[in-house]
């Protein structure tokens, strides 16, 4: 089974390799992309789409670094405190029952 879905998975991306490889190649004609101040850069226009899809990659990634940042402090602020808890001999506190939430009726 593990097998099989190796394959499929395989075969899914030489199957997208294989669709952006002829979509570049049949979209080389040289574009302008018209920038600020009359600024212009003429290139073909796979390479802008594949530009344009780093950028957009990039900023995706820096958009969820705070938000990574935030949530590793808070991790190390955790275990630090069930550390110092640890060391004092505190009964760790069970996590609460989430079945507890849940009304009995709808």
């Known amino acids: 089974m593990k097998s099989l879905l190796k394959a499929l ?5 030489i199957v997208l390799f294989a669709a952006v490889f002829l979509l570049a190649a049949k979209n080389t004609e040289p574009v ?4 600020l101040f009359d600024a212009a ?3 073909p226009l796979a390479l802008v789409v594949l530009v344009v ?3 957009g990659a990039a900023l995706g990634i820096l ?5 990574l ?3 590793r402090r808070e991790i190390a602020a955790l275990r630090a405190e069930a550390a110092a808890g640890a060391r004092k001999g505190a009964e760790p506190v069970p996590p609460p029952d989430p079945a507890a ?5 709808y």
Not at 9 to 13: E, I, K, L, T, V
Not at 63 to 67: K, M, Q, S, T
Not at 101 to 105: E, I
């Open 69 to 71: 940042a935030r949530q």
């Open 32 to 35: 302008t992309v018209r920038l």
């Open 101 to 105: 939430d849940v009304p009995s009726q």
């Open 41 to 43: 850069w003429h290139a």
């Open 53 to 55: 899809l780093a950028c």
């Open 63 to 67: 958009a969820c670094l705070p938000g």
């Open 9 to 13: 998975s395989w075969g899914a991306r």
